[in-house]
């Protein structure tokens, strides 16, 4: 019986031993040569080396310093790696391919340009509204206040616009949104059947009315209060530009009537389409000679 157990006991230390030696050569992180090689000759970083050892990369980095394994610097980890390079490689390659798409566009422009197709488009009265719109709200938004915001620039531009309206580049392609309160005009004109034509440039002058009803020879003004009574406004010159109006109506034989906030109100609105009535009926009666 004594035999027996020690012969069970012989067998049990045997396959410790077995066993541990097996858990022993499975830790490859502990052979200096496995650290050296995959950490120098194939450039793996602490990461890729625990994966591959299934273990942390503080037990890489606690065996690499136990066995003596020089290691790179904190900049060199982050860059001299083969992830890095392939990641470096990969961006490259993606910019390089981006630069070729530049450049085929690049080249397509060219050749549009060559062929007088471009003068087209870009000389088109839809692109001059749509330019003329984009920069109205760059205006708007600042966006040129330092650059652009001088006398030389701002004559230049004037001068274009000048130039536009003497050859019609604008006729008939004023698609302005109305604002609320001209919204509210119009639902006004339109009840009293008033026939108007909204955001109307007269031939031989460069601004634009808001509304022009040609039976009364009135134009028709809504100066809100941002737009004409502002710091910003009187700054821009609104002022001035209010005056122009004023006297090129006058100078060549029409009525301007200016509205503000407070007549958008429902007596002052009966008032004005009242008025507006009996300026379009005076106007038909002295035509027609009665």
């Not at 012969?7 to 097996?22: G, H, K, L, P, S």
Request: with cysteine.
């Amino acid at each position: 019986m004594k035999v027996i157990v020690k012969a069970n006991t012989d067998i049990q230390v045997v396959a410790e031993a077995a066993a541990e030696t097996q858990e022993m050569e499975l830790k490859v992180y502990e052979d200096e040569e496995w650290l050296h090689r995959m950490y120098w000759e194939e450039e793996y970083s602490y990461r890729d080396m625990a994966n591959l050892a299934g273990c942390s990369m503080d037990i890489i980095r606690g065996w690499m310093k136990r066995l003596g394994v020089p290691v790179r610097s904190s900049y060199e980890e982050r860059t001299n790696t083969k992830r890095y390079r392939q990641k470096m490689s990969q961006a490259v390659h993606k910019s390089w391919e981006k630069l070729g798409r530049r450049k085929a566009q690049s080249l397509e422009m060219k050749k549009r340009w060559a062929s007088g197709e471009m003068d087209e488009i870009f000389h088109s009265d839809e692109f001059c509204m749509r330019a003329s719109k984009s920069a109205l709200a760059a205006w708007a938004r600042g966006d040129f206040e330092n650059r652009l915001n001088t006398e030389e620039i701002r004559r230049k531009i004037g001068d274009a616009i000048r130039e536009a309206h003497a050859r019609g580049a604008y006729d008939g392609v004023y698609q302005i949104r109305p604002t609320k309160p001209e919204r509210r005009i119009m639902s006004i004109l339109d009840s009293g059947s008033i026939n108007y034509e909204f955001q109307y440039r007269p031939s031989g002058f460069s601004k634009v009315f808001d509304f022009f009803i040609p039976e009364a020879s009135l134009f028709i003004e809504y100066d809100g209060w941002y737009w004409h009574y502002s710091e910003r406004a009187l700054a821009n010159g609104r002022a001035e530009k209010d005056a122009d109006k004023t006297c090129w109506a006058r100078d060549n034989g029409y009525e301007l009537l200016r509205l503000d906030e407070e007549d958008l109100s429902d007596d002052n609105m009966a008032q004005f389409i009242s008025y507006v009535g009996e300026k379009c009926e005076s106007s038909n009666s002295s035509r027609s000679g009665i």
